[in-house]
């Protein structure tokens, strides 16, 4: 495992990517512009294999964005000081220590928000094979309330943190990563940096990035206008999700999980997308999937044997649902190993 030999801050970016990748400060190239600094490293060795781009747009808000392979798995010291942390992935495999005490697996498409501690140090282990294409914007709590155009007493609990003397838990929360939220995310990683011009476009894009997550958070909206479910509804749903979690691998029918959750076919439908951001479908394919994926990484097993494990029939169809998922297909991953 490659380690960090430093806990690392969002304040300079050549020593983040010394501290990240071993990336030496002539290695990173800097374009400066009237709307800030951009800094780009693209790394062709080992431990990660890829493009890192930092952007320092003021002194209230920064981003970085990631784009490559994990050639070895890595172990990052980071302190996020006052910096709070936005992070939207299209793909993203990063265990977390102690975010509310407990360890914390990054799964994708997601996004989601940290605040630590000031003085906190996060370990974070990317596993060797991992395929990393997200874009982390930081800012700090006076950024948020200028968004929100709130007081800071107006605003979440979550983020009335501000007093670094305050004895307090890392703040946490992961969201499914809508429509809207991955197209914007998706047209940033794909963008290139060649003129000033591109620094603003980025700027007013991660911008809206932020304000669209704080909309959601300060004043959650109902995914596709739907009304709330009601606390029996929830139930249910939570109970047919507790059932595909334990027989996924089995070929599930509608109707099998809406009988054994005791609701009908259209309040499944329903209640599943509201709960859970994703359709029954959808959330059954992903489970096939990270389930190949930890079994490809972490098992001596056959990739036939492993599509056969995880309820695929045919082997096509999982090489193309496992490389439209992971940018991969199952034989390129398990050779990274």
Not at 32 to 43: D, I, K, M, V
Not at 185 to 208: G, H, K
Not at 217 to 222: H, N, R, S, T
Request: net charge negative; with cysteine.
């Amino acid at each position: 495992m490659t380690e960090s030999q430093n806990a690392f801050d969002w304040s300079n970016f050549t020593h983040f990517m010394n501290a990240a990748i071993g990336a030496p400060a002539e290695q990173i190239e800097a374009l400066e512009s009237p709307y800030g600094t951009a800094y780009l490293c693209r790394s062709e060795t080992p431990p990660f294999v890829g493009r890192f781009t930092f952007f320092s747009f003021d002194n209230e808000m920064r981003a970085i964005i990631v784009d490559g392979v994990a050639e070895e798995e890595t172990l990052f010291n980071l302190v996020d000081g006052d910096w709070v942390r936005f992070n939207f992935a299209l793909m993203i495999d990063i265990s977390m220590d102690d975010i509310q005490q407990v360890p914390v697996q990054l799964s994708s498409p997601s996004w989601r928000i940290i605040d630590h501690p000031r003085d906190k140090i996060t370990r974070e282990v990317v596993p060797k094979g991992s395929v990393a294409k997200w874009l982390t914007i930081v800012c700090k709590h006076s950024k948020i309330q200028k968004l929100s155009g709130r007081e800071l007493d107006d605003l979440p609990e979550f983020f009335r943190f501000v007093d670094a003397s305050q004895d307090r838990s890392t703040q946490y929360r992961d969201f499914v990563l809508r429509s809207r939220f991955a197209s914007i995310t998706t047209d940033v990683l794909r963008s290139e940096i060649a003129d000033p011009l591109n620094i603003a476009y980025l700027e007013a894009r991660c911008t809206e990035l932020l304000c669209l997550a704080l909309e959601d958070l300060i004043d959650p909206i109902d995914i596709d206008g739907l009304p709330a479910l009601n606390t029996a509804d929830r139930e249910r749903v939570e109970k047919a999700k507790l059932y595909i979690d334990e027989n996924f691998k089995h070929g599930l029918t509608v109707k099998q999980i809406s009988s054994a959750a005791g609701m009908n076919r259209n309040s499944l439908f329903y209640g599943f997308k509201k709960k859970f951001g994703v359709s029954v479908s959808e959330y059954i394919q992903n489970l096939k999937l990270e389930k190949a994926k930890h079994l490809i990484q972490h098992s001596d097993k056959h990739l036939i044997e492993i599509a056969e494990d995880v309820g695929f029939k045919h082997q096509t169809s999982f090489i193309t649902a496992f490389k439209k998922r992971f940018g991969t297909t199952p034989g390129k991953l398990r050779r990274q190993i």
